[in-house]
């Protein structure tokens, strides 16, 4: 393992993301002249696709034979859930915060490979207060000695540490590899930072941990190969949840597995399955140890472009989850699926409406219902949301708009909501890049 970690950080420094030349698209350099792109449109996070019908939205600059691009998403937002079970806990039931995120990519040809680096950050360690985002129902990783629930937990500083490596075997074939100390394995679809129908949501899927909570992971290697429809690739990572020292990297052995098969038949269509073992994953109540996860995972994604500027995107997921839950006094095998799809439409590039349906069971313990011991519950949350885009500034786009949420739970935990559907409300302002801006 120790020979397995040197060579994690040797490639994190020494190589980086590439992609098809097939797949390049074409910027002006700053005398004006084309160059080929070497960031596709099918990329997402990690090494996870999307479809090639994806506007692209950053900051491109020409350095040499280095291109950069900058690309962020800040929410600055007001928060309001009722609930008892907020004042129960010892929270108020509305919060003012952030979330965020901002990331760099550096990108270069060498020979007939292609290699750079990626880092992203986050400064929710500091801009969301009371162990996270208010969002009922939520739930995952610890704060304060406890588990998290009813809240979105804060992203660490270091959401992505991380370089890949592209290099064609053939004339239509690609090899992959992709190593960091903080990464994405390939595991679900995009994570719901990068995906294009959560783009304009400041509010996090309560399905997330059934579906794409590995889209930070402290330590991996991913290697694949790929074509222009298919891509088949393997990782190896440390699933280990981060603690709650959000400025530190969560290093650990990487003895979790995971493969994911890639498929996208048109340039509107994507399709990924998936599934992984993750070793130690979960974190339990002290002082238990953390538990083991088998998940397995299936998505597709629909992206249509519009005239004037629209766009159209649509996924679909259902994730499983299946181990041994822990409770005070013993523990229980349990296998909880989740099923949700979420879309956005944007007119003129202008006025966005957006929306997602979740349903999914949860382990009680999970939602710190512990009267309930062993029984699982099925829970589900709807939302829909508005986003105006007021302007643009240098490639920086700021939009004013507000969600509303519809948490709805069992007639026996209606108590503990002040009601079978509990509602919440976000007013929020978001200011990231716009459509591919070059400087």
């Not at 159209?312 to 994730?319: E, I, M």
Request: charged content about 20%; hydrophobic content about 40%; proline content about 6%.
């Amino acid at each position: 393992m120790r020979s397995l970690f040197r060579f994690l950080v040797l490639t994190t420094f020494l190589t980086v993301p590439a992609i098809s030349a097939a797949q390049t698209e074409h910027q002006h350099d700053m005398t004006g002249h084309k160059v080929a792109s070497l960031f596709s449109t099918r990329e997402a996070s990690g090494t996870a696709w999307q479809p090639d019908e994806t506007p692209v939205e950053g900051i491109h600059k020409v350095a040499g034979p280095w291109q950069v691009m900058f690309h962020g998403n800040v929410f600055g937002e007001f928060i309001y859930e009722p609930g008892e079970i907020h004042r129960t806990g010892g929270f108020s039931t509305h919060q003012l915060g952030s979330t965020n995120w901002g990331m760099v990519m550096a990108r270069r040809p060498l020979g007939r490979a292609t290699f750079g680096l990626r880092g992203m950050l986050s400064l929710e360690p500091w801009t969301l207060r009371d162990c996270g985002a208010l969002n009922l129902l939520a739930t995952g990783e610890i704060c304060e000695g406890d588990t998290i629930h009813d809240r979105q937990h804060p992203h660490d500083l270091f959401m992505e540490l991380a370089a890949h490596y592209d290099r064609p075997l053939t004339q239509s074939v690609h090899l992959q590899i992709y190593s960091g100390l903080a990464g994405e394995p390939a595991l679900g679809p995009p994570g719901f930072p990068h995906r294009l129908s959560a783009l304009d949501n400041p509010v996090a899927p309560i399905a997330h941990h059934w579906i794409d909570s590995t889209h930070i992971t402290y330590g991996l290697v991913t290697a694949g190969v790929y074509n222009a429809r298919w891509k088949g690739e393997v990782s190896i990572f440390n699933a280990r949840e981060p603690d709650d020292r959000r400025a530190a990297l969560d290093l650990g052995p990487l003895d979790s597995i995971a493969g994911r098969v890639s498929f996208s038949p048109t340039r509107r269509l994507t399709f990924q399955v998936s599934a992984g073992h993750l070793n130690d994953a979960e974190t339990e109540f002290a002082p238990q140890p953390n538990t083991d996860i088998t998940r397995v995972t299936a998505s597709a994604m629909y992206h249509r472009q519009l005239a004037d500027g629209g766009v159209w995107a649509t996924t679909a997921v259902v994730g499983v989850n299946s181990g041994t839950e822990v409770i005070p006094d013993g523990s229980f095998d349990a296998t909880t699926p989740a099923f949700m799809i979420e879309s956005k439409a944007t007119i003129k590039n202008r006025d966005t409406w957006f929306g997602r349906i979740e349903i999914m069971d949860k382990p009680a313990h999970d939602l710190h219902v512990h009267e309930f011991a062993a029984s699982i519950f099925t829970v589900g949350k709807l939302q829909a949301g508005y986003v105006r885009r007021v302007g643009a500034w240098k490639g920086i786009a700021t939009g004013i708009g507000g969600t509303a949420t519809a948490a709805v739970v069992p007639s026996i935990l209606a108590p503990r909501y002040e009601g079978r559907i509990a509602p919440g409300v976000t007013v929020f302002v978001n200011v990231r890049p716009a459509r591919t801006h070059v400087m």
